[in-house]
């Protein structure tokens, strides 16, 4: 397994669509941690090609600040997707940190993607590598998690896409992320295999996951379940819609006092130990081996992400 790197604060993603220019800067200083501005769903099939100079005039004109830039491009089997990274990309890929691949089904996908930026890349003379996040959201998709994950040295994220899931697995959903009469017919959590190895195999070769969007932006307490969840879980963050989820997403996401302050007291009794050439560190009546220290190092990492913001 290799080790957990945690480069890119990743709370909260939040989309924007690529459709509409004027809430690109609202985005960009939101309380996001990445900023997806959308070519697919959120974009009409007539405005794909008009928003496609949306996105490359507000990289070039826009503060991002600390944000992560993310540009999600269409399926790669719509007419469009070739076109939007060779006309984004050309444009403005030295302002682009992240390409979203929505409705990876296999490792081909992730590859496909690689090798047209490293010919952008080259062609245009980018230095800085762009780094890719597939999003699992079909069937094909969760069969090939696996190999999905080890596809790219690009590949920085794995991300859920409950919706578009449901209807490739044909499973009846009312409403993206939310709990329905559905859920409570099912005798557990119905999205648990897909949402866990997501996470396991994102954790396998070093990436962030992040979990699906919640459809009710102005109910709150399911938004907190449904983050509580994926936190417990594993996933690094959730994806949002509306800049009115991001409070909640954020702080749910974050390390809490509490934790911090076990994490800290963790780290310290292991350097205790080391210092006084001891074999075994104890903390609170248990032992600390390799994985405790690395599930302390971890949070307080995050932490510091998190209050450099």
Known sequence: MTPDPITKLSRSLLYVPASKPAMIPKAAASAADLVCIDLEDAVAPQDKEASRGHVVQALKDVNFGRRTRVV?????DTPFAYRDLVDVVEAAGDRIDVIMVPKVGSARDVA????ML???ETNVGLTRRIGIEAQIETASGFLSCREIAAASPRLEALVF???DYAASM???SSAIGESDANDELYPGHRWHAVMHIIVAAARVHGLRCMDGPYAGYT???GLERASRIARVMGFDGKQCIHPGQLPIV???FEPSEEEIAKAEAVVRAYENAVAAGRGA???DGRMIDAANLRMAQTILERRRLASST
């Open 250 to 252: 954020n702080r749910v």
């Open 161 to 163: 896409g409950a919706g």
């Open 112 to 115: 496909f993607v690689d090798t």
């Open 72 to 76: 999600r491009i269409n399926g790669l």
């Open 219 to 221: 109910d709150a307490v």
């Open 118 to 120: 490293t010919q952008i």
């Open 281 to 283: 560190a104890t903390h």
């Open 170 to 172: 044909r499973m009846p």
